[in-house]
């Protein structure tokens, strides 16, 4: 499977953006997905992963309760909607596919990446 990842851009403080992840060639529904992303000097931090099926989700906590991760199996799209937005969010975001119907929060654990977007949220 290969992921392209879209939706990044600038935005104020407390505006809201929505990422999205098309994922193509082998079909997603088999795999779990995340977004991580990586501010500057920063390592990738997890941010939100879904299963398969029926979508169990799981957030880092600096996201829970402004980030609502989806995911679209007949369009094979994944979403993040980021709400709330504050400037610590500001960084390239990563969607990423595990071959597991069980999500991982470990980087190390994702053997597809897609080519990340870039979301600037100012003060």
């Given amino acids: 499977v ?9 935005v104020q403080a407390g505006g809201s ?3 999205s992840c098309i994922a193509s060639g082998r ?5 779990s997905l995340a977004w991580f992303r990586q501010a500057p000097g920063k390592e990738r931090e997890f ?3 879904i299963s398969w099926s029926p979508g169990t989700t799981y957030y880092g906590d600096s996201v829970k309760g402004r980030f ?3 995911r679209d199996n007949v369009k094979n799209t ?5 709400d709330n937005l504050k400037p610590e969010d ?4 990563y969607c990423a596919a595990r071959q597991s119907q069980y999500p991982s ?3 190390t654990e994702y053997d597809v990446w897609g080519q990340g977007t870039l979301v600037t949220v100012s003060s």
Wanted: proline share 0%; hydrophobic share 40%; net charge positive.
């Fill in 17 to 19: 953006l929505r990422l």
């Fill in 27 to 31: 079909s997603s529904s088999s795999y």
């Fill in 68 to 70: 609502t991760i989806s």
């Fill in 2 to 10: 290969q992921l392209q990842a879209s939706g990044g851009g600038l």
């Fill in 47 to 49: 941010v939100a992963a």
């Fill in 90 to 93: 500001t960084a390239v975001y």
């Fill in 105 to 107: 929060t470990q980087r």
């Fill in 78 to 82: 994944l979403y993040l909607q980021m």
